[in-house]
């Protein structure tokens, strides 16, 4: 990782970094998929359909994968059986995740992470992965399973102190729906290719884009720059 990219940053370009848990930070989600399907009578996956056939809200997806629509008991217990799954394995950061993290800090950034997995099993799965200090902020999902970002991150982004700052905030993710709700909140998002979500699907969304998570943050530092160049331009011709 170029380190170079981080060095210490000025006030006003200094970045609020929140990160995606699932399919970001955390590399996961096939098996445990795969573990709630042969009861619904699907078969199990590999990562590329996985990642070709992703959507949210969640029951959706598993429409796609079975050819039809679930019921909502059907929905709760794969949930159950899907979360029960991912406790019961070690918890895998994405290599060079903690070493990014510790340079953005480094040089002055700060960072949280957000995720709707249930709020609890954030926490322990961060605590077991060892990076919580890198965050002044991680929170997961409290009520009910299928939603979208949007309005926890218009909530967190206020626990945090940041409304109406939401022009130094990016999200960094790995599906169109994390790039869409951070610009319904005025964010900035990039989104990295490794993740749950297929590279064509995101490419076609027309979001920012790049191969890994060192060079999403690096892009989303360019951008916050490019913004207070363009900015500055602006006030020296008024």
């Known amino acids: ?47 590329e359909t996985y990642r070709a056939k992703h959507t949210v809200p969640i029951p959706n997806f598993y429409a796609r994968l079975l050819g039809r629509t679930i019921t909502e008991q059907e929905w709760i217990t794969s949930d159950n059986a899907f979360l029960e799954h991912l406790r019961a394995q070690p918890v895998r950061v994405r290599g060079g995740a903690a070493e990014l993290m510790a340079a953005l800090r480094e040089a002055g950034h700060t960072q949280s992470l957000l995720s709707l997995c249930p709020h609890d099993t954030l926490v322990r799965e961060v605590e077991q992965a060892g990076i919580g200090h890198f965050f002044t902020r991680f929170e997961g999902r409290t009520g009910p399973s299928g939603g979208t970002k949007a309005a926890p991150l218009a909530a967190h982004l206020e626990a945090l102190g940041l409304t109406g700052q939401a022009h130094r905030v990016l999200l960094v993710g790995d599906a169109v729906d994390d790039a869409d709700d951070a610009h319904a909140n005025g964010a900035y998002a990039v989104l990295h290719t490794g993740g749950l979500h297929h590279p064509a699907k995101l490419a076609a969304a027309g979001h920012p884009l790049t191969g890994t998570l060192a060079d999403a943050v690096a892009l989303g530092l360019r951008l916050r720059l490019r913004l207070i160049q363009d900015r500055g331009a602006q006030l020296a011709c008024a």
């Open 1 to 47: 990782m170029n380190t170079a990219l981080f060095a210490a940053a000025t006030p006003s370009a200094r970045l609020h970094v929140v990160w995606d848990w699932n399919g970001t930070v955390k590399d996961d989600h096939v098996d445990a998929l795969n573990a709630t399907l042969p009861a619904l009578g699907g078969e199990a996956v590999d990562q």
